[in-house]
């Protein structure tokens, strides 16, 4: 019976893992959190969007330069 199964506590093991993963998940982000406050320079949004920007740029010049047969 699969319901009775979702009442049963989970195993101890299971549970102590999920515990363990889930403190190294919130270590990393501290660690991130850290980092991007030591240096905003670094923001890893604005990166990624300059990038982007970058990119775009690129592909409207290629696409102007197709267009004007060059």
């Known amino acids: 019976n699969p319901t009775f199964n979702l009442l049963q506590p989970e195993p ?29 320079t670094q923001d890893l949004c604005s990166g990624r969007k300059q990038t982007w920007q970058r990119l775009f740029k690129q592909l409207l010049q290629s696409c102007s330069r197709r267009s004007a047969g060059v």
């Open 12 to 40: 101890a093991a299971r549970s102590r893992a999920r515990q363990a993963y889930t403190m190294e998940l919130e270590a990393e982000v501290a660690k991130q959190t850290m980092e991007k406050k030591n240096s905003p």
